[in-house]
């Protein structure tokens, strides 16, 4: 049913596809203006350098197929659980014609400005400028503004070292990197640990003279997969980890060190850091501890000077460097809207309710950002929830606080993350996914309900609280609940185990994850005093108990 309301949505990404899938869901016409020619934002990979970030050409997805899922539109059983980024990006280009959303796209058009229009204080409407793809100008009003345009915007190169001017060789940041050519028999080196510095790293190492990284802090390194080739991903987000993280952060960031850190020993290999897993965004990777092992890649502290021909570090040690590539991450900012003033950029932070809602727009919140936010896990479901979230709220379903009440959300979401993590750039948008897909569906009212669950659909339950935090769970109820939900949330394990299992084996997987997904007889009584122990356990742990029993012990032994 149509609203007559307009809307304009900037960039036809990730987060730019489901704003305009929503939009028509809810009766709002969209107009997408996207830059590019194509869509897909930073999947949509281009062999040539622009001003556009793009993936690498041998980039795999780091969160698994269907942690990375739009809602209501489930990856093929056959794709990868870890897609090349050209599946992903087909993923992206059938969602967009499942859902007829192409014609709404505007393709070769770049937004300029945003203001608020002459009736703003009436209508809360905005003025938009924008350039065509024959370079002329144009303006239009839209009744609301979404911005998608992600947060790889302008790279961050490093500040100069003592004597780089004098160093014979190239640098270069990571956002020019697209293959290995020309690093032939090359002594590179990579500066930071990243995943983008981890991939650099381990692809240049085939064909490299030498590759050294460069890192001041180190970090945790875990791959994709954790025992049993299981994705890592589904296993860390889920409600049962979110209950443990809840009542004791200590205990829980304990059994994610032990359980992501028992492949290698991250202090053998020179990686650990001084703080806690759980207080920095993880490296995730395959490959690295295998090329320390083999001597391909080798791993340094922070970088003291440049030489002529090399780098010494701060350890005084010397090593040849013809090539840098610099994996320093990202800075963003919004130049195009209302000139920067309307969302204001400070050192990488930026004050949004809900890691969505400008404050300089709180009287009206007829615009929001959508995907501004680093969570430990796919980017995909958070963003396409901040969109439900906008159109429930713009068309007056459900209301957002005061501003003075989203000024102190903000103040206690800050503090709660800046406690946590450590103070760099990249954890100034952070988010714990489970939680803030949480927060955001109980705006909206489509939270899972696993208390009811619990009694009425016990095998659902055991899937919702076990088993990942999939984005179809956030169909079940509340606005626009799918039909389907229920079915694919327990076909999860099945369609994992078909991509992955291409030939017939003894012990056939598919038929053990179908019977796990019929099997509904285990006593709700006995999963409920599991987790009471689980949950009385990390209590005793927060308190020292176990520490006290351990003395006790050493000291009678």
């Avoid at 080798?298 to 994996?327: M, P």
């Avoid at 179809?472 to 949330?489: D, F, N, S, T």
């Amino acid at each position: 049913m149509s609203t007559n309301k307009r809307i304009c949505i900037i960039g036809a990404g990730v987060s730019g596809l489901p704003a305009t899938k929503w939009a028509v869901q809810y009766g709002v016409e969209p107009t997408v203006f996207e830059a590019q020619s194509q869509l897909g934002g930073l999947w949509n990979y281009k062999e040539e350098e622009t001003e556009f970030s793009t993936v690498m050409k041998q980039t795999v997805i780091n969160t698994s197929k269907e942690m990375s899922a739009y809602s209501d539109f489930v990856p093929d059983a056959e794709d990868a659980n870890f897609m090349h980024h050209t599946k992903l990006w087909k993923y992206l280009d059938r969602y967009a014609d499942t859902f007829d959303l192409k014609k709404y796209i505007r393709f070769n058009h770049r937004v300029t400005n945003v203001e608020r229009a002459s009736d703003y204080a009436r209508t809360g409407r905005w003025l938009v400028s924008y350039t065509d793809n024959n370079g002329i100008d144009h303006q239009q009003t839209f009744d609301f503004v979404l911005v998608c345009v992600g947060h790889h915007a302008t790279p961050n190169m490093p500040k100069p070292w003592p004597g780089q001017d004098k160093w014979n060789g190239r640098m270069i940041h990571s956002h020019s990197y697209k293959k290995p050519t020309g690093y032939d028999d090359k002594n590179v080196l990579v500066v930071g640990i990243g995943n983008s510095a981890v991939d650099v790293a381990c692809e240049l190492s085939r064909i490299a003279k030498q590759v050294t990284i460069s890192t001041r802090r180190g970090a945790w390194v875990v791959g994709k997969h954790i025992e049993k080739g299981y994705p890592m991903d589904m296993f860390l987000n889920t409600r049962m980890n979110s209950m443990i993280k809840w009542l004791s952060f200590d205990y829980y960031n304990k059994l994610c060190e032990e359980k992501f850190t028992n492949f290698f020993d991250q202090d053998e290999y020179g990686l650990r850091p001084k703080h806690k897993l759980l207080a920095q965004h993880p490296t995730i990777t395959d490959e690295l501890h295998n090329k320390i092992g083999c001597g391909t890649v080798i791993l340094k502290g922070d970088i003291k000077r440049f030489t002529e021909n090399g780098v010494i570090f701060e350890d005084g040690s010397f090593t040849e460097v013809d090539e840098v590539v610099c994996c320093t991450g990202f800075t963003f900012d919004f130049p195009f809207l209302d000139s920067g003033k309307l969302v204001p950029v400070v050192d990488n932070k930026v004050e949004l309710y809900k890691k969505m809602f400008p404050l300089n727009s709180a009287d009206k919140n007829t615009i929001a950002i959508v995907g501004l936010f680093q969570p430990i896990g796919s980017i995909v479901a958070p963003a396409e929830m901040n969109c439900r979230v906008f159109y429930e709220q713009a068309l007056g379903n459900v209301k957002l606080p005061p501003k003075k009440d989203m000024i102190k959300d903000i103040k206690n979401a800050n503090e709660k993350m800046f406690k946590r993590y450590t103070n760099v750039p990249r954890h100034t948008i952070q988010v714990d996914y489970v939680e803030y897909m949480d927060e955001l569906a109980n705006l909206i009212g489509c939270k899972p309900p696993l208390t009811k669950l619990f009694f009425t659909d016990y095998t659902l339950w055991k899937a919702l609280f076990f088993g990942p935090d999939v984005p179809y769970a956030y169909r079940l109820v509340g606005p626009h609940a799918w039909p389907k939900a229920r079915e694919v949330i327990l076909d999860v394990e099945e369609r994992r185990i078909k991509a992955i299992r291409k030939r017939e084996t003894p012990n056939n997987p598919l038929k053990k994850a179908e019977s796990v997904k019929k099997d509904s007889t285990s006593p709700a009584w006995l999963t409920a005093g599991a987790v009471v122990a689980l949950a009385a356990g990390a209590k005793l742990y927060q308190a020292g108990v176990f520490d006290n029993v351990g003395q006790l012990w050493k000291h009678h032994a």
